[in-house]
């Protein structure tokens, strides 16, 4: 790998968006210009789910990782993150694309707020019914 460069993967979640770069390092993850525990607050099981694609192909120390993340709420942006480095995981070692889809990593969990229609308090909330 040349100096400098990178492997790319993006995910999704919700409304959360996150773009991984994946550096030939040891082991450093910095979110949106941060060290990665300062921005989860040090929450020890976010941080954790974070790395669970290196964790499970074993390559915690093999990789510097930046991530640009943007919109939605913590748990989703944790979710946009670990697709967007398993997705590049795939980009870097091909072979380990079918562990990683086996444990679920490179699926997009689809699942979306619904939108408020008119007439409605909310997406499907109306008035209360009343008889008289």
Do not use: C, W
């Not at 773009?19 to 040090?42: F, H, M």
């Not at 790395?51 to 991530?67: C, E, N, R, S």
């Not at 079918?98 to 008035?127: F, N």
């Amino acid at each position: 790998m040349a100096a400098n460069s990178y492997f790319y993967g993006l995910g999704r979640r919700k409304s959360a968006t996150a773009r991984a770069r994946l550096y030939a390092g040891k082991g450093n993850v910095t979110i949106n210009d941060k060290p990665a525990a300062e921005y989860l607050d040090g929450n020890k099981t976010l941080l954790a789910e974070v790395t669970d694609p290196l964790a499970l192909v074993g390559k915690q120390k093999d990789f510097d990782i930046t991530i640009r993340v943007q919109g939605g709420g913590v748990a989703g942006q944790v979710d946009a993150i670990k697709l967007a480095i398993a997705k590049a995981l795939t980009t870097a070692h091909s072979d380990l694309r079918s562990t990683l889809k086996k444990a679920d990593m490179l699926k997009r969990d689809s699942r979306e707020k619904e939108r408020k229609k008119y007439g409605l308090r909310s997406a499907r909330k109306r008035e209360q019914f009343s008889k008289r």
